[in-house]
């Protein structure tokens, strides 16, 4: 079993920027493709990012890429998002995932943290 644990959430104003982690327990020792989906209110879960397993590829939804940067530190058993240039339309609950179970913008995971909220404020 696999846990993940958000952190870095808050409320900014636009343009502003905001780094999120994820902290990974319990079955470290697998190193699994990960990544950020977020959901704003009324509307569908969305692909933000994903890393691969040595984190030598990266992958970005349209709306991101440029802004947003996905990392990992396998020592220390933690992803991360780096958010820039942050809008209003960004605001959302962002979850990290581990283990696609089909591929790795569709949000079909083996294993999901609880989410961290992100507040864009104009």
């Known amino acids: 079993q696999v846990q993940l644990v958000e952190s870095g959430g808050g409320l900014v104003q636009v343009g502003e920027s905001l780094r999120l982690s994820c902290a990974v327990s319990?079955?470290?020792?697998?190193?699994?493709?990960m990544g950020w989906f977020r959901q704003s209110p009324g509307k569908e879960q969305e692909f933000v990012a994903a890393?691969?397993?040595?984190?030598?590829?990266?992958f970005y939804a349209d709306s991101v890429r440029g802004r947003f940067t996905i990392s990992r530190d396998n020592a220390k058993d933690t992803m991360y998002l780096q958010m820039n240039g942050l809008k209003v339309d960004d605001t959302a609950i962002y979850y990290c995932?581990?283990?696609?179970?089909?591929?790795?913008?569709?949000?079909?995971?083996?294993?999901w943290g609880r989410g961290t909220q992100v507040t864009v404020s104009s």
């Open positions: 319990g079955r470290t020792t697998v190193k699994y493709l």
């Open positions: 995932a581990a283990g696609p179970l089909r591929n790795y913008y569709t949000n079909v995971y083996q294993y």
């Open positions: 890393i691969s397993s040595n984190g030598g590829n990266t």
